[in-house]
């Protein structure tokens, strides 16, 4: 009966779009006499009319269903804000009862006279800090609308906020923000000694404290031997040394490590107030001194990802990046203070680092280089100066633009180009042919059994990952002495040999790892 309905409906449809059609020729074609549309009786113009009003009945009725559904989005939106609010404080609560347990497991431990690790230790102090914090931060939970001012009281107090509520993303905000905070005070203490180091070299732009300097304003990568070629300037009697820097240094410093008081500076005469900075910057990193003794006893390779980040940014070091790379720069970093050659107070001047600074958009999501670049109060922050220029490079060289300087080359100059990218692959060819036929004697078990000795014997390692190799000439020299032993008239040179070898140094740092030794070895076999 349905079927025969909805079919009845269809046809009176038809017919009311058959009569709108007629009414619509016998107006365009202006026949002007009424007997021509006499067969369309009034009860059909009235449904022409009806359907006509169709139109606007259904965008009216259209425009209030986007309304409806858009109020309703607001509400579903403040109802899931809300939720995710009360989760986030029963997952802060119930983590931070979870540590308050612990805590006092620990501190019984502690009363019966057993020794904590390191990590129990951390747990507890930040334990017992939060509980301290939970007393101002528990009122704008209990009192109804304090909640409006808790982001004023934040700005004012950053640390008001236990731990067990801060997530991730909340941390690593906190950390950039110190990060371009700090970014002004630490330029001014690198041009400090950066200053005193080259005049007391005379100016010498060829030094190696030069080169080591410049990788460190470009903040580059910086390793522990780097860092011990400039200590004897900061030794006793020397210009760096802490009780012949200048006061405004010493104030960078104490910013720098976060006890600075201008109160107590407006306060007390800057002489005594120099001298007090003085004893609280040696004790501050005779404190780093023994959390590293205990850091390098537990072991290095047992901090996880966040624990890398939390101890580097600790030491006001690079925080984002590989893990490997965070580990081996606290490598470095307790190197330098567990040293007896090295003051303590190098490490306040000169930092480890162990990644490029070109890799800061890779370590950083995109959205916390955005909030970098919007922030407008710190634009003399080295972070956020690396960071614009790096965009600014990204964006120049997009793939959706086309470098005009090319269009502008004359047609000569490119073939000239071609030819010579021609020559330069026919000589590698010519050079991989000679190599075939000089090592074709020789088995492939055989030359690798050659590299292993040398590497056993002058294995170096190399700066950007830490992988052990063997130095291109070094190897090419031992290779040609070993070989023409073997086969006294072979006939190898030098430079084809070191030529073909760098063929196969990925990252070219002239250094041959024994993957690479094996694609060179081959790619060889594959000539043959």
């Given amino acids: 009966r349905s079927l025969k309905l909805q079919f009845l409906y269809f046809i009176d449809f038809v017919k009311m779009l058959t009569r709108r059609a007629a009414l619509h020729v016998a107006r365009q074609h202006n026949f002007g006499q009424r007997s021509n549309i006499n067969n369309i009786n009034w009860a059909s113009r009235e449904q022409v009319r009806g359907f006509r009003a169709l139109p606007p009945m259904l965008e009216a009725a259209k425009k209030g269903a986007i309304e409806a559904t858009e109020k309703k989005k ?64 528990s009122l704008f939970i209990i009192i109804p609308g304090a909640e409006l001012l808790l982001p004023v009281a934040l ?200 990644t490029q600074h070109g890799d800061m958009l890779k370590n950083l999501s995109g959205k916390e280089v955005e909030s970098v670049i919007g922030l407008k109060q710190y634009e003399d922050s080295p972070m956020k100066k690396r960071l614009q220029k790096l965009t600014d490079e990204v964006q120049a060289v997009s793939t959706e633009t086309i470098d005009q300087s090319f269009l502008d080359r004359d047609v000569e100059d490119i073939a000239s180009e071609a030819q010579d990218l021609s020559k330069e692959a026919t000589e590698a060819e010519e050079a991989l042919k000679e190599m075939k036929t000089s090592l074709s004697p020789f088995s492939e078990a055989q030359l690798l059994g050659f590299f292993e000795t040398v590497h056993s014997q002058s294995g170096f390692t190399r700066p950007c990952d830490q992988e052990q190799g063997v130095k291109v000439v070094i190897l090419a020299r031992e290779m040609l002495m070993h070989l023409k032993e073997l086969d006294p008239e072979l006939n190898l040179t030098p430079y084809r040999l070191i030529m073909s070898l760098r063929e196969f140094d990925i990252d070219s740092s002239d250094v041959i790892t024994s993957e690479e030794f094996k694609s060179f070895l081959k790619r060889i076999k594959e000539s043959e």
């Avoid at 009360?86 to 057993?114: E, P």
Wanted: hydrophobic share 40%; net charge positive.
């Fill in 74 to 137: 607001k509400i579903g939106g403040v109802l899931k804000q809300l939720w995710e609010f009360c989760r986030h404080l029963y997952h802060g609560m119930r983590l931070l009862g979870i540590n308050t347990r612990i805590a006092a497991r620990l501190k019984s431990k502690v009363i019966r006279g057993q020794q904590l690790t390191r990590r129990e230790r951390q747990l507890l102090e930040r334990t017992t800090k939060d509980l301290i914090r939970m007393v101002p931060f």
């Fill in 155 to 354: 700005m004012l107090f950053p640390d008001l906020v236990p731990s067990t509520f801060s997530t991730r993303e909340q941390d690593r905000k906190r950390k950039i923000i110190d990060n371009l905070k700090k970014g002004v005070w630490t330029r001014r203490i690198f041009e400090h000694q950066f200053a005193r180091i080259i005049i007391s070299e005379g100016y010498d732009l060829y030094s190696s404290s030069w080169g080591i300097l410049k990788r460190v304003s470009k903040g580059d990568i910086v390793g522990a031997d780097d860092i011990k070629q400039l200590v004897h300037h900061f030794k006793s009697g020397k210009k760096l040394d802490l009780k012949n820097l200048p006061s405004w240094v010493l104030r960078d410093l104490a910013r720098v490590s976060g006890f600075y008081s201008p109160v107590q500076a407006s306060l007390l005469p800057k002489r005594l107030y120099d001298a007090r900075l003085l004893c609280k910057i040696e004790q501050y990193y005779e404190k780093f001194q023994e959390d590293d003794r205990c850091l390098v006893k537990a072991g290095l390779e047992n901090l996880n990802d966040e624990e890398l980040e939390y101890e580097n940014a600790k030491r006001n070091m690079r925080w984002f990046g590989p893990a490997s790379a965070l580990r081996l720069q606290l490598k470095h970093w307790c190197e330098l203070s567990l040293s007896q050659d090295v003051p303590l107070h190098v490490l306040a001047f000169l930092r480890p680092c162990a």
